[in-house]
């Protein structure tokens, strides 16, 4: 996994501004604790959304060394890292490894100390399946105690400590983006002019995605001028704010997919997606989501329909709303 190190400078005492005041209250300088604000609602929170697997996953372009480059798939669904400043230490086994150790970072970046108080977290999305759920709950982590600190929001910091600890998908945008997740960079932000309604299954399993990148990287190889045609074709369907070209192509994209990490009900899938209307498929390339892009919210009968088809393959369906729109 490719590192970086983190270049911004932590603030100094020199560095804060004069206190300002609200109605008569002193605020507290940048990276004083809030619970030295005499706030009567002492908690802080921190959200991050996760993703329904990708639009597309592949090279950026076609080399003998490619990077892999993610348009995520955003959800209406959430990681959740609340603090709570009182008298007790925090305890960091609370939260995740991963978000204890991107606390730590952030600290050690910004030299400041936790205060005592209690963590606590919540998250809807799926460990293991294609959600980015360790993602947005490190970036959860960290918006957290930006709020904490009373620091403004740097997404510089935010990730150069994802590049510290995992890949990553751009879950720290609100907009679609073209991103290689293993330099941290976002090649090109995608805006948010559409989403889609979907209704999505997950099959059993779970995927180690670092396990799998060098059998994804040769198949990358061997299927590059397909792979660059595909981005080609969602691109332009970006810039032309066309939701079915985007659909098109993600479903080229998880056919592709399916050469090295396949989903068993794929094939049934596509076979049916003309009957049930939807504009694509879209899969979790290096997880386990699969599911139906449609254009507009369906109905009780079309549920119906999707539900019980989906239930003679063995799984149970769910809906929900990804992208923007």
Partial sequence: MTTARMTCHPRHETDRSPPARSGGAVLPHPGEPRENRGSAH???SGVCHGTLGELYQGPLRATAAPDIALVSF???R?????????TDPPDPSVLEVKSATAARLFLDHY??????????????LQVGVGMASSTADIVATLRCLFQLFALPYDQQVVLAVLAEIERADSVFLDEFALHL???HRVVRRLGTAFGFHTAFVTEPGTVDTEAVSTSLLEHYRRRGEEYERCLTALLKGFDSSDPAA???????????????????????????????????????????LIGYLFPRRLDAQRKSELSAFFHSLGHQCSFVQGGYG
């Avoid at 959430?78 to 009182?86: A, E, K, M």
């Fill in 111 to 124: 030299g400041l100390a936790l205060p005592t108080g209690l963590w606590s977290t919540h998250s809807d």
């Fill in 42 to 44: 002492p908690t802080v």
């Fill in 78 to 86: 959430h990681s959740w890292v609340h603090f709570t400043p009182g």
């Fill in 181 to 183: 997740s293993g330099r």
């Fill in 246 to 288: 985007v659909a098109r192509a993600a479903t080229v994209s998880a056919t592709l997919s399916q050469e090295v990490l396949p989903k068993a009900t794929f094939h049934s899938m596509l076979t049916h997606r003309e009957r049930f209307g939807a504009d694509g498929i879209f899969v979790a390339h290096t997880g386990c």
């Fill in 74 to 76: 955003p959800v209406d």
